[in-house]
């Protein structure tokens, strides 16, 4: 069993720059792919990007050049880097562990992301 929180979440104008934390506790982070998604109004869950045991990063182009993902197993943590934040980027963001991106067993609460001026 693992429990994730994120937190970072708030209020950011456009162009600016934000990380997320997430926080791990339970069983052996490092066996399990971490990841970020985002679910913005009225809209689906997307996957931002997954982070393996072993560091091999993936990312959603539509974010891959703003976005990047850090993972620290000795703390447990995964953070989520966003730059030049976008309108657009407003949305909750979660973290997943499991075993692939289709694969996500567990899921933290959220943190809302806002952006506006």
């Known amino acids: 069993q693992v429990q994730l929180a994120e937190s970072g979440g708030g209020l950011v104008q456009p162009g600016g720059s934000l990380r997320l934390s997430c926080a791990a506790s339970g069983s052996v982070f490092s066996q399990y792919v971490m990841g970020w998604y985002r679910q913005a109004p009225g809209k689906k869950r997307e996957l931002i990007g997954t982070m393996t045991t072993n560091g091999a990063v993936n990312y959603n182009d539509a974010v891959s050049s703003r976005f990047s993902i850090v993972r620290d197993n000795d703390k447990s943590m995964v953070y989520l880097h966003m730059n030049s934040l976008k309108l657009e980027d407003t949305a909750v963001y979660y973290c997943?562990?499991?075993?692939?991106?289709?694969?996500?067993?567990?899921w933290g609460k959220g943190t809302l992301v806002t952006v506006s001026s």
């Open positions: 997943a562990s499991g075993y692939s991106k289709d694969e996500m067993i567990y």
